[in-house]
């Protein structure tokens, strides 16, 4: 997995890119209760707003970390926001992308270089 400054990890699956929030992110928002995805063939600029996270202490947005075609999304939290809190690095991930290179994801944080910046 490789991580963002924005606490979002992303994992190679395949040929697609799996984007979810971490652990510490998910603690910090405290208790889910809406996730908004985006729609399937949307084409995203790193950056861009993608998803919006509500939970009982704020609303925050999920931005995509890179370029691509979101080719999937993670029904299962429409029905169950609360997943974000119970499994946010397995099943509640958020949406998968399709990029043009996967080696753009060698500029993010790994694990150790992640926790360090959590401390």
Known sequence: ?????????????????????????????????????????????????????????????????????IVEVNEKLSDNPGLVNEDPTGDAWFFKMKIDDLSVLDDFMNEDEYNELIG
């Open 1 to 69: 997995m490789k991580y963002t400054k924005e606490h979002e990890w992303l994992r190679v699956d395949g040929d697609l890119v799996v984007v979810g929030i971490t652990e510490h992110a998910a603690t910090q928002l405290g208790d889910v209760v809406f996730v908004e995805l985006p729609e399937v063939e949307t084409q995203v600029a790193e950056g861009d707003e993608v998803v919006v996270i509500e939970s009982v202490k704020a609303a925050s947005d999920i931005l995509a970390p890179v370029s691509g075609e």
